[in-house]
């Protein structure tokens, strides 16, 4: 079982950036897709960003394509979300997911998909 544990939310200004992270324990997650997803208040959890076991394809929310990165060192057994250009829609707890791949390539984007959660960092961007 593998235990995730997300950090570098906060408080920032529109137009800023933060770096979220998510330091894996238990198990190497070098054989688990990962992701991120957000959840603001009275909305459903959705889908943000998720990246391959080995790194070689990502997959983005429409919502924040060209301003997001999602990344992962498995040597550090921990995903990154690189966020810049933020905006007061990205306001929300963001939170690391992970799941066992079956293929190399796989990046699954429905949050019934992922079957272990970190406990979210919030990230608040303000006007």
């Known amino acids: 079982q593998v235990q995730l544990v997300e950090s570098g939310g906060g408080l920032v200004q529109a137009g800023g950036s933060l770096r979220l992270s998510c330091a894996a324990s238990?198990?190497?997650?070098?054989?688990?897709?990962l992701a991120w997803f957000r959840q603001a208040p009275g909305k459903e959890r959705e889908f943000v960003a998720a990246?391959?076991?080995?790194?070689?394809?990502?997959g983005y929310a429409d919502s924040v394509k060209g301003r997001f990165t999602i990344s992962r060192d498995n040597a550090k057994n921990t995903v990154y979300l690189q966020m810049n250009s933020l905006k007061p829609e990205d306001t929300a707890v963001y939170y690391c997911?992970?799941?066992?791949?079956?293929?190399?390539?796989?990046?699954?984007?429905?949050?019934?998909?992922?079957?272990?959660w970190g406990q979210g960092t919030q990230v608040t961007v303000s006007s």
């Open positions: 997911a992970a799941v066992v791949a079956g293929g190399s390539y796989y990046v699954p984007r429905r949050k019934d998909d992922y079957n272990y």
């Open positions: 238990g198990r190497t997650i070098n054989m688990y897709a």
């Open positions: 990246i391959s076991r080995g790194g070689g394809n990502t």
